[in-house]
């Protein structure tokens, strides 16, 4: 080995181990980004996912987690008549990609307990103000809205964007709760009588439909006699009907029936 080449060799170590000790690569993993720090005070420059280059001497980098995250608090709130509500919220949020140098500079990594959940707390509780408690069970996807709308807009100041939230629960107190059982077991009983009363009305329609019925069919009868020959017409019917058998025995003073044996005039 001559010269030039030990000359390559003690080179080649010598960045080696500047490499090793002062460490300049940096590798951002999918769903980060890299905050730069010159001489530990945050920078304009923030690096993207993959291979990075940094100036060993003055630059740090302070790696931030984009992906999306999960926060899950209990909440508890008085509603618009005054009862207590307790819930669990889940924020499914990240943080803004472009922003995560201001994101660290003012809340390093602490942001979910310094912003996020002090938001939930604060909007729950003016959002559950604005419903009865019955309300909040009938009209859930409504109250989800606007919490979720109130942390979007909020919490975006902060840079902090919400994808998505869910309420777990609604859970009032014991009286409540029994006040609500009563009130649906009366409204099943009433709607109980209801359902009878009307069954009772049809019947009782159905019955002065019948009668009315019959009493138009004996009008129409007794007139069709009169009109027809009054008790010749009548007579008339009842020889119709008559099997020409006569009766057995005669009671004295008696008559045939139905047949007049009067001589014509």
Do not use: C, H
Not at 27 to 51: C, K, P
Not at 75 to 90: E, G, P
Not at 94 to 109: A, E, F, H, K
Not at 208 to 225: F, L, S
Request: proline content about 3%; overall charge positive; charged content about 30%.
């Amino acid at each position: 080995m001559d010269r030039k080449d030990i000359i390559k060799v003690v080179v080649g170590i010598i960045i080696l181990l500047v490499i090793l000790i002062f460490n300049p690569i940096v590798i951002v993993r999918a769903g980060e980004r890299g905050v730069v720090l010159n001489w530990g005070a945050v920078s304009d420059i923030i690096f993207d996912e993959g291979f990075n280059l940094k100036v060993p001497v003055y630059q740090k980098v302070e790696k931030m987690d984009v992906a999306v995250q999960k926060e899950e608090y209990p909440a508890s709130a008085a509603s618009k008549d005054l009862q207590i509500v307790s819930t669990k919220v889940t924020i499914n949020y990240r943080l803004l990609p472009s922003r995560v140098n201001w994101i660290y500079q003012n809340l390093r990594r602490d942001y979910s307990a310094r912003v996020i959940i002090p938001t939930i707390q604060e909007y729950v509780k003016k959002t559950t103000a604005r419903y009865t408690a019955e309300e909040l069970i009938t009209r859930r996807e409504e109250v989800k809205e606007d919490l979720r709308l109130a942390l979007s807009d909020n919490l975006a100041k902060s840079y902090i964007e919400v994808r998505d939230i869910f309420i777990t629960d609604f859970n009032f107190s014991e009286e409540f709760n029994k006040a609500i059982e009563a009130k649906v077991t009366a409204e099943q009983r009433a709607l109980e009588q209801r359902n009878v009363l009307e069954q009772v009305k049809y019947q009782a329609e159905q019955r002065i439909a019948a009668a009315t019925a019959e009493a138009e069919a004996i009008r129409i009868q007794a007139r069709a006699i009169t009109q027809q020959g009054g008790k010749d017409y009548v007579q008339l019917k009842a020889i119709e009907k008559w099997d020409g058998k006569l009766p057995v025995q005669m009671i004295p003073g008696g008559t045939v029936p139905f047949i007049n044996l009067r001589p014509q005039q």
